[in-house]
């Protein structure tokens, strides 16, 4: 069993920064892919960005620039910074692990961003 734990998450200023976190723990395999994902209300649950093992990167077009995805392997841990928020980043943020047992999500942390 695999647990996902996010934080960081919480209410900011557009133009502000946060910096969420995400640790896994349990029976651990070695994760192929880390990222975070996001859903807003009424919209589907779209990728936010992604890390692989080796430290290669993908980001949505609306984050890029803003947003940072680090991961750290020996702890397990997978980070996103984001700058210069903006109030259509608010949503519930969700971690995501990927390994050849699946996939795994955390229980989501929320991020709103008032204007």
């Known amino acids: 069993q695999v647990q996902l734990v996010e934080s960081g998450g919480g209410l900011v200023q557009a133009g502000g920064s946060l910096r969420l976190s995400c640790i896994a723990s349990?029976?651990?395999?070695?994760?192929?892919?880390m990222g975070w994902y996001r859903q807003a209300p009424g919209k589907q649950r779209e990728l936010v960005a992604d890390?692989?093992?080796?430290?290669?990167?993908n980001y949505a077009g609306s984050v890029k620039g803003r947003f940072t995805i680090s991961r750290d392997n020996a702890k397990n841990t997978v980070y996103l910074q984001m700058n210069s928020l903006k109030p259509e980043d608010t949503a519930v943020y969700y971690c995501?692990?990927?390994?050849?047992?699946?996939?795994?999500w955390g229980q989501g942390t929320q991020v709103t961003v008032s204007s």
């Open positions: 349990g029976n651990i395999f070695r994760f192929n892919s």
């Open positions: 995501n692990a990927q390994n050849i047992l699946g996939p795994y």
């Open positions: 890390i692989t093992s080796s430290g290669i990167t």
